[in-house]
Nanobody, 125 residues
Framework: QVPLVESGGGSVQGGGSLRLSCVAS????????MGWFRQPPGRERERVAL????????YYSDSVKGRFTISQDNAKSTVYLQMNSLKPEDTAMYYC??????????????????WGRGTQVTVSS
């Protein structure tokens, strides 16, 4: 069973919006953090947004603060990323992630238990 399945990517003009969804298997949703990384073309993966599965904490990268919102629906084992005011520099493959951490979740990709296969977001100018 695939632990995480993303959907909602696509192509949009700058200033537009997209909403990504990530449906998690039960084992992945038992982790205490879920969220999104992205990998722009030719660059390393970077953390975008995370939410504690308890729903009491969120993290956002500086580049998306005020434009992206992460949320979850525990009944559906689903995490969402609402992306508004999209910019060409948001173009990337977006990956859903899940992990267990005793302290703040790491900034880099290491340590996350599960990864989805990714969904492409392309923003044109």
């Amino acid at each position: 069973q695939v632990p995480l399945v993303e959907s909602g990517g696509g192509s949009v003009q700058g200033g537009g919006s997209l909403r990504l969804s990530c449906v998690a298997s039960r084992s992945s949703y038992r982790t205490n953090w879920m969220g999104w990384f992205r990998q722009p073309p030719g660059r390393e993966r970077e953390r975008v947004a995370l939410i504690s599965t308890a729903g009491d904490s969120t993290y956002y990268s500086d580049s998306v603060k005020g434009r992206f919102t992460i949320s979850q629906d525990n009944a559906k084992s689903t995490v969402y990323l609402q992306m508004n005011s999209l910019k060409p520099e948001d173009t990337a493959m977006y990956y859903c992630v899940a992990g267990n951490f005793f302290g703040p979740p790491p900034l880099g990709p290491d340590g996350y238990k599960s990864w989805g296969r990714g969904t492409q977001v392309t923003v044109s100018s």
